[in-house]
């Protein structure tokens, strides 16, 4: 009671000393609450795209690559093809399922609403391989693809743009020359990167998809893309823009990912293919976030030393400024582990009443900065004990040297004391 009783009676120096800890370990808890709200929205993202996909996309091929192929002819033809789509579903063991796609870019029609878009010609099983939401009506069916059907899906964000007033289902649309009738309204809950996207997007909504049968695209818009700027001329061929592979398990991925890369590099003499294994990002951005949280943590560290540094600089000063009173109650009989105890205690509150101000503050901080920003926080329990014990031990460890220090003192010397 005599370590509490003398904090008491200098409040101002023993609520600056607190400081340190308050401090330390409210940005402990909110560093980590942050870093760790950040990893698990990188890892969401990551996971959405799904942890047995394997995504595949065509790429133009660097120039010098591009030039060579030009030079005997006037289209430029890289990508991926249907072949490879074939080869992919009946070479590569443990394939549960091949997504093959086509990417337009167009405007679409309706009355007198105009929008850009993309026109993703793909394949019934679309839905159950990407992030979607069937709003209303139906998505593609197989009979459409069999029979090259003029009919579409379209975004929830592009329906609402084109058709403002009006329900879109059996509504028609006009893209190029052609007209689709609207069979089905669809909200995409995955990634910007889950999305289908082709060419520069920069300032056009995610949302703005128009889909049809793959045999569709490939009967209305051809494969050879012309155009035509300021006089020049340039020809495109791509008949696939993305492929996605959906393997049985995790398991089949990482070792198929090898077999897809060397056989896609026997059929095509240029670097005119990417892969993308969400798996493989998925554990890299688990290791990135132990390591971020490692970094956080260590830099937080640093504050709660400082404080346990300012608690034991304030101790040794207390322990000057008593030194009359530790002669008198070691002349009274008190023993050292007495006095020990008496200026452990002390420090002991201070780190621990310090650590409690800031474990409320610490949890207070990630909610305002998700509520002004948008930026997901997850405070865990493990960072809310870690942030506490560390504030509890740093005031104990401080703390014994001054209370040794203390209890060596002399008693006819400390007497003497002025």
Known sequence: MLGVKSLMLHKLRSGLTMLGMIFGVCSVISMLAIGEGASHEAQERIKRLGSTNIIIN????PEEQ???TSSRSFILE??????????????????????PMRIIRENVQFGRNQEPCQVVGTLPAYPTMQGFE?????????????????????TKGL????????NPLESTIRIQNV????????????????????????????DNNVYIPLSTAKVRFGETLIRRNAGSFSAEKVELHRIILKMED????????????????????????ELIVPLQLLREAEAAKRMFNIVLGSIAAISLLVGGIGIMNIMLATVT?????IGVRRALGAKKKDIVAQFLIETVVLSIGGGLIGVCIGMLVPVFVQYFTSMETIITAWSVALAFGISGLTGIAFGIYPASQAAELDPIEALRHE
């Open 78 to 99: 890289y990508g991926l093809t249907y072949n490879d789509a074939s080869r992919l579903q009946f070479t590569i063991p443990n394939v549960h399922n091949v997504l």
């Open 250 to 273: 995790t398991e089949s991925v990482m070792a198929a990912e090898k077999q897809i890369s060397s056989l896609l590099q026997r059929f095509h003499e240029e670097s005119d293919f």
């Open 179 to 206: 007209y689709y009738q609207v069979v089905g309204m669809v909200e995409e809950t995955g990634t910007a990167e889950q999305r289908p996207q082709q060419g520069e997007m920069e300032g056009e909504p995610l």
């Open 134 to 154: 069937l709003v209303a009506g139906r998505f593609l069916a197989m009979i459409d693809e069999k029979h090259q059907r003029n009919i579409c899906v379209i």
């Open 66 to 68: 591009a030039s060579t």
């Open 58 to 61: 065509s790429v133009k091929p």
């Open 159 to 166: 329906a609402h743009r084109l058709f403002p007033y009006q």
């Open 321 to 325: 400024e008593r030194t009359r009173e």
